[in-house]
C-alpha cells in the first residue's frame, strides 16, 4: 500500500505509523477559506518544495526562494498558487523563519483549478509540535516528512478520513 492514510490522531504510510496534526476545526468538509478543516478525501501530491538551506530534502523538490509565496486571497488571478514578490494580493510566506515550510508538499485540494472562496492550499508540512493544531493542513515532525516524501511515488494519495 502506497497511500499516505491521514485520520485525526495519526497517519500510516508503507506499513509505519505517524504522529501528525490536522486543522484545529478537524477532519471534514470544508466550506471557506479560513476554517480549518483538513478536508477529507483522496488526495494525490502536486507540487513539493523545500529549503535546501536549512536541510529540506524531497527528491524533485522545487527549492524555496525569498520572494516565493502561496497566493490566498479569492480575488487574485492566481488563487491558490504559488506566485513570487511583489505581489500585490493577500499571500502566505512560503520561506518561514519557524520551519513549517522547509519541507512542503501541496495537495491538489482545489487545485490546480481553484474555485474562488474554497479554500487555499493544503499542505503536508513540518508540524509545531504534537497535537498542535493546523490552520487545515496536515503537519507531521521534519524527519517524519522527509521519510514519507522520499519515498513517494506517482502512485501515491493521501487518504484523509
Given at each position: 500500500m502506497t497511500d499516505l492514510v491521514v485520520g485525526p490522531w495519526g497517519a500510516r504510510f508503507l506499513g509505519?505509523?505517524?504522529?501528525?496534526?490536522?486543522?484545529?476545526?478537524?477532519?471534514?468538509?470544508?466550506?471557506?477559506?479560513?476554517?480549518?478543516?483538513?478536508?477529507?478525501?483522496?488526495w494525490h501530491l502536486g507540487e513539493v518544495m523545500a529549503r535546501p538551506d536549512r536541510g529540506g530534502?524531497?527528491?524533485?523538490?522545487?527549492?524555496?526562494?525569498p520572494r516565493?509565496?502561496?497566493?490566498?486571497?479569492?480575488?487574485?488571478?492566481?488563487?491558490?498558487?504559488?506566485?513570487?514578490?511583489?505581489?500585490?494580493?493577500?499571500?502566505?510566506?512560503?520561506?518561514r523563519p519557524d520551519g513549517l515550510y522547509d519541507l512542503v508538499g501541496a495537495l491538489d485540494y482545489n487545485w490546480p483549478v481553484a474555485v474562488a472562496g474554497a479554500g487555499s492550499a493544503i499542505f503536508l508540512h513540518v508540524w509545531r509540535g504534537p497535537r498542535k493544531p493546523t490552520a487545515g493542513?496536515?503537519?507531521?515532525?521534519?524527519?517524519?516528512?522527509?521519510?514519507?516524501?522520499q519515498r513517494w511515488s506517482p502512485r501515491s494519495r493521501v487518504i484523509i478520513r
Open positions: 509505519r505509523s505517524f504522529p501528525c496534526s490536522v486543522g484545529r476545526g478537524g477532519i471534514g468538509q470544508k466550506c471557506c477559506e479560513g476554517d480549518g478543516i483538513t478536508p477529507r478525501g483522496v530534502f524531497a527528491p524533485g523538490a522545487t527549492p524555496i526562494g516565493d509565496l502561496w497566493s490566498d486571497d479569492p480575488a487574485d488571478p492566481a488563487y491558490n498558487t504559488a506566485v513570487r514578490a511583489p505581489h500585490p494580493h493577500s499571500h502566505e510566506a512560503l520561506r493542513c496536515v503537519a507531521f515532525r521534519r524527519d517524519d516528512l522527509g521519510w514519507i516524501l
